[in-house]
């Protein structure tokens, strides 16, 4: 079985540049989940998705980063404009009953 | 205070040396996850409790589950040095959402 695939590994910008991230869950899981790790700290929950449905975005800064899951597979993370505070390893995973699935995360660096 | 506690935040252990490192939640579980992680990178899951009393062990890793007292811990036996890393806890709450630890750094020294 195929893993919960993320691009880009890395990624570096300038603070107020923009940046976007991929996620292709497992196949057959309806649930998406993005993540935000600050270094030395646990995951945050940025965003969840059942199917194509947004099910929770309560701490998603909404005036600035925005998600879709379009058709309810592949899903986009965008950040725009990026803030300092914003480097993070951002994480997604995907679900399926209580089975979660992570993948290696997009470590993000904003200088 | 976090709604899942892990303890302790770091850990040095001289190899070859067993180890605990506890999580405490303040609300119900619905399923503990144990994973690993490298620095900056993906989780590595590890092991699923759910049952009070459940316990599970690969190879030298051992994970219990006290659902009175809503508290697992995670022991290792014997460390090497391909156990460091962060061990981070994850409590299942009843909307499939996890809530995760702050993680806890464990050194192994040769």
């Known amino acids: 079985e195929a893993g919960v695939a993320q691009s880009p590994r890395y990624k570096i910008i300038e603070k107020r540049q923009s940046v976007a991230f991929w996620c292709n869950p497992i196949s057959g899981h309806a649930t998406l989940y993005w993540y935000q790790q600050i270094l030395g700290q646990g995951p945050k929950l940025l965003i969840q998705?059942?199917?194509?449905?947004?099910?929770?975005d309560s701490q998603l800064p909404k005036d600035r980063f925005s998600a879709e899951r379009l058709k309810g597979v592949d899903s986009t993370l965008k950040i725009q404009p990026a803030k300092l505070e914003d480097s993070a390893v951002y994480l997604c995973?995907?679900?399926?009953?209580?089975?979660?699935?992570f993948g290696s995360g997009t470590r993000l660096t904003v200088v | 205070s976090q709604e899942l506690e892990q303890s302790p935040q770091s850990l040095i252990v001289q190899e070859g040396k067993n180890l605990t490192i506890n999580c405490t939640s303040s609300k119900t579980l619905y399923g503990l996850y144990w994973y690993k992680q490298k620095y900056g990178e993906g989780l590595i899951f590890l092991m699923m409790?759910?049952?009070g009393g459940e316990e599970k062990s690969h190879e030298k890793i051992t994970a219990k589950l006290d659902e009175k007292k809503q508290q697992s811990s995670l022991h290792i036996t014997a460390s090497q040095p391909s156990h460091a890393g962060i061990y981070l806890c994850?409590?299942?709450?009843?909307?499939?959402?996890?809530?995760w630890g702050a993680g806890t750094k464990l050194i192994i020294k040769p």
């Open positions: 995973a995907s679900s399926w009953r209580r089975g979660y699935t």
């Open positions: 994850g409590a299942a709450r009843l909307n499939y959402q996890l809530i």
């Open positions: 998705f059942q199917n194509n449905g947004v099910v929770d």
């Open positions: 409790l759910q049952k």
